[in-house]
Nanobody, 124 residues
């Protein structure tokens, strides 16, 4: 059973940066893909970025590519998401997810394991 615990959310000013972390635990982590999603009020959960634990291959949503960076700290079993040049539209609950499927899918339904989320608010 994979367990995911997000941290690092909070209040940030427009233009600022934030780093979210997801602590991952469970067996055979090298078989999994990890991803970050977010869900704003009244909106669907949206894929942001994913990483293949076995070799570090990454994938990004077009809307955040170049502004968000996903990375894996394999020694600590942590997946990070760096958020840069943030704006009000980035305000959302950010979730970490894991899947043992062969691809990094953008649909939330393809991801079997979820953390509880961490709130990020961008405001001056």
């Amino acid at each position: 059973q994979i367990q995911l615990v997000e941290s690092g959310g909070g209040l940030v000013q427009p233009g600022g940066s934030l780093r979210l972390s997801c602590a991952v635990s469970g067996p055979s982590l090298s078989m999994y893909r990890l991803a970050w999603f977010r869900q704003a009020p009244g909106k669907e959960r949206m894929f942001l970025a994913g990483i293949r634990w076995s070799d570090g291959t990454t994938s990004y949503a077009f809307s955040v590519k170049g502004r968000f960076i996903i990375s894996g700290d394999y020694a600590r079993n942590v997946v990070n998401l760096e958020l840069n040049n943030m704006n009000a539209e980035d305000t959302a609950v950010y979730y970490c997810a894991a899947s043992n499927r062969t691809v990094i899918a953008i649909s939330p339904s393809h991801w079997a394991y979820w953390g509880r989320g961490t709130q990020v608010t961008v405001s001056s």
